[in-house]
């Protein structure tokens, strides 16, 4: 409704980062909310439609304190695209090396953090390791067998290999959510749902896109 409203079209697209309506303020009358930003008005409303259960959220939880994810940590989004259908995405490995670099430099004190990877196809993990050996790579993929993600075949699954799915994704959306700093990829809804799970408080100093030099930060 706000697109139609605004835009007179469902969707206003992907805009710069000094876009003059991206902290618009907005009043939400039948929530009590006038005069919010426009970004945290987002993530306050997603808070209120998505909730975590208690179960997986705990072993999500306990998932990632296996990796050791105690201090300030990097997460990197890397997408390769549903395997069965012809998608452009990024699939240059070191364009999230160039930038982790950076944000090395930028956030972390020139030290290297644990850099957790969430990704739907698994073998980008010896890719990345292969690029730089002397990084401290982490991921869920290490537990599962995944080399590409086909959303046909989930109808196919097993009970079992459905929540090994779902609790492999909600540990690194959580994980991606609570990075210090974050690297993302524009081709993927995940990217704007962990844009909006992210603290109110985490400015766009605390991420990047690889595919886009419309977010510079």
């Not at 409303?45 to 259960?53: A, D, G, N, P, T």
């Amino acid at each position: 409704m706000i697109q139609h409203h605004e835009y007179g079209k469902r969707s206003g697209g992907n805009q710069v980062i000094d876009y003059p309506d991206r902290h618009k303020t907005r009043n939400l009358d039948f929530l009590n909310l006038w005069e919010k930003d426009n970004i945290w008005l987002k993530k306050h409303v997603m808070r209120r439609l998505f909730r975590i259960k208690p179960q997986p959220r705990e072993i999500a939880c306990s998932r990632l304190k296996d990796h050791g994810l105690n201090d300030k940590y990097m997460a990197l989004s890397v997408r390769r695209g549903d395997k069965s259908l012809e998608y452009e995405v990024e699939s240059d490995l070191q364009v999230y090396i160039d930038k982790a670099e950076d944000a090395i430099k930028t956030h972390f004190d020139g030290k290297v953090p644990t850099i957790f990877v969430a990704s739907d196809d698994c073998s980008v993990m010896k890719e990345l390791r292969a690029l730089r050996n002397d990084f401290n790579f982490v991921s869920e993929c290490d537990k599962v067998d995944s080399h590409g993600f086909i959303i046909s075949e989930m109808k196919h699954w097993t009970l079992k290999e459905t929540d090994d799915h779902y609790h492999k994704f909600i540990t690194e959306l959580i994980a991606m959510a609570t990075a210090h700093y974050w690297i993302g990829v524009s081709t993927t809804n995940v990217a704007y749902f962990v844009y909006f799970m992210r603290h109110y408080d985490m400015g766009d100093d605390s991420w990047v896109f690889v595919d886009s030099d419309r977010f510079p930060h």
